[in-house]
């Protein structure tokens, strides 16, 4: 052996043994990574730009052949998207910047509280910022050895829980020395999480009476995803029927649907605008909706069921309407995902 070849191994041996490297290496506490889908960073044109140009990109989201979705993509969506996409966030849009992102740094920091020193929270966004890169790196920094995921989707699918495993493997596959993962792909069976949705359209039944009709109403997707083999639908619906059962509820006056749809190919069905369209022309002139794929209030639920669908049924000859907020920060909520979390880490009793 060269003394050039020993000097080099001794200094590595030197570096790699330093008291504060072994402090690092030797971290017991797990890093646990809450994850939603993101948010643009202001309600501008630009910024939405930006936004939608890094989320309609993913392949995920979009099974288009590629250089097709790109024309469309960059020739069409993007002339013409941010800003109408721009107005509908500054209605919704807080001091805090947007509900999404405010509610989520909340449910990080209650989660926290609630995992003590036993985990160290971050929250990463699909898109936008925080990033799931730059979470990833700062438990890189404080030598965290073993890192829980949690995407805030109950119901998994692949254009949002599929593809925030896709940013994480991006991500880590650039390390030298990759982390333990436990990558949690849904909870919809957990029980607090079931029972903490039927606590709240208990609690709306209990201040605004029985509705004639309760829609749950989740995020669409093109049929073609289900039809290829993706649970999404099916996990939704399995949803439906536990809340249903937990609250006692008939059959018949619960429904699911599905919103948010663009473009002229089939998706998930029924649509929810069309359904509460229907529903006053059949007698249900009262109606509860909730979105229950949503862990926290954003555009989706914010803009699209409390205004834009509120318009559809009352124009239809509907008489009350609510929409039942998503389980966002309440007690129970933050309970359900600690005990969802207690299946990959030693969290507190």
Known sequence: MTHGYRAAIDDVETRFHRPDAE??????????????????????????????????????VIELPRLLWKLILHGIILRVRPRKSAEAYASVWTDEGSPLLRIS????????RALGEQAVVKLGMRYGNPSIASALREFQALGIRRIVVLPLYPQYAAPTTGSTFDALADELKSWRWVPSVSFINGYVDNPLYISALAQSVQDHINAHGQPDRILFSYHGMPKRYLDNGDPYYCLCRKTTRLVREKLGLDQERCLTTF????????????????????LPGEGAKHIAILSPAFSADCLETLE???????????????????????????????AALVDVLRGEIKAPS
């Open 304 to 334: 699209e069921l409390e205004v834009e669908n509120r318009a559809y049924f009352m124009e239809a000859g509907g008489e009350t309407y609510h929409y039942i907020p998503a389980l966002n920060d309440r007690d129970d909520h933050i």
């Open 23 to 60: 402090t690092r290496a030797e971290t017991h506490k797990t890093g646990v990574l809450l994850t939603n889908l993101g948010t643009p960073d202001a309600p501008t044109t630009s910024a939405l730009r930006r936004y939608l140009a890094e989320f309609l990109s993913d392949p995920r």
């Open 105 to 112: 740094k909340s449910q990080c920091d209650a989660v926290q």
């Open 259 to 278: 919103q948010s749809r663009f473009g002229r190919e089939e998706w998930l069905k029924p649509y929810t605008d069309d359904t509460l369209k229907r």
